[in-house]
């Protein structure tokens, strides 16, 4: 679509929230209501609310937001390959928008709050091939989790990675600062997880199998630095297991976490076996500042 549209209204009357929804197929009625209360849609150069009745000769304008991230993809890029991109994650910043919208009209992102997706589409590096499915995407972190993530720059490449992961030919190491000081120095964690009733995901004998390997890399003040191994990647998998084990992630509010300026799971390295040229990859992303400041505040004597 373009990046602005004029249309004159004729007919009888109809919400301007309607009506627009209508003109753009397949955008939600919540996604037009935002471009409608951030100014985004004006009736005869008026901002008005999403409810407002018009009439026959409103001149309606829609002007889609433009391109913009106040993240530069090269502050977060690690690796760029003709294939794919290797970059980390901040916590806090969502991987893609939480509306579903965007898979389709790329350009909602930039309605939104600022995501991964959008800081990507606002310059997308060389090679990245235009109108990527999901923009190149091929796993996810949660909003609060750091760490390495992989992006596709091309169709083919996607497909082979999702291929990959569906297989659990990819392998992840996680940080964690656990509360509580595990016992054992290393164990595996087979509890299956599923979503109960209130939408909460939970270890559960009807979820789905879910396997973790762990290794405790420092006991110290009641915490736990422990590295974590999936081998399956279910949704809120680590935090699950080792709330499971009764030793939560530190901040981890979800699942009864101590206090802490936010979740500390970091996701620490990837590898696998290049799909298109069979090279091994291995990724790591540094553990950040913050987390570490969190490991030496509980330990603190």
């Given at each position: ?26 955008l939600s009625r919540s996604l037009v209501q935002k471009l409608i209360k951030e100014g985004h849609v004006t ?210 509010w979800l699942y009864r976490g101590a206090t802490a300026q936010r979740l500390m799971l970091h996701a620490r ?33």
């Open positions: 679509m373009p990046a602005k549209k004029t249309i004159v209204f004729d007919g009888y009357s109809k919400r301007l929230d309607v009506f627009v929804a209508d003109e753009l197929e397949n009736v005869n150069g008026k901002c008005v609310k999403p409810s407002w009745p018009l009439t026959t000769g409103d001149k309606v304008e829609i002007s889609l937001p433009q391109a913009h991230s106040q993240t530069k993809l090269a502050d977060l890029l690690l690796h760029d390959d003709k294939d794919f991109l290797v970059v980390i994650k901040p916590a806090g910043l969502l991987v893609h928008p939480q509306s579903p919208v965007w898979e389709e009209h790329p350009e909602a992102v930039f309605s939104a709050d600022e995501t991964l997706v959008s800081v990507l589409l606002a310059a997308p590096p060389k090679g990245f091939v235009k109108d990527m499915p999901r923009a190149g995407l091929v796993h996810r972190l949660d909003r609060e989790t750091s760490g390495v993530m992989i992006i596709a720059k091309t169709p083919q490449f996607q497909a082979e990675m999702v291929a990959l992961f569906a297989n659990r030919q990819v392998h992840k190491t996680y940080h964690a600062i656990a509360c509580g000081e595990i016992p054992d120095d290393t164990g595996t964690i087979d509890v299956p997880i599923g979503r109960v009733a209130g939408g909460k995901i939970k270890a559960s004998d009807v979820g789905r199998e879910a396997i973790t390997d762990y290794k405790v890399l420092e006991r110290k003040n009641g915490f736990t630095y422990v590295e974590l191994y999936p081998r399956t990647g279910r949704t809120n998998q680590l935090r699950v297991h080792l709330n499971w084990l009764g030793y939560p992630v530190l901040g981890d390295r990837i590898e696998f076996i290049h799909p298109l040229t069979g090279k091994k990859c291995d990724f790591e992303a540094p553990v950040p500042t913050d987390f570490l400041e969190a490991w030496e505040r509980v330990t603190r004597p």
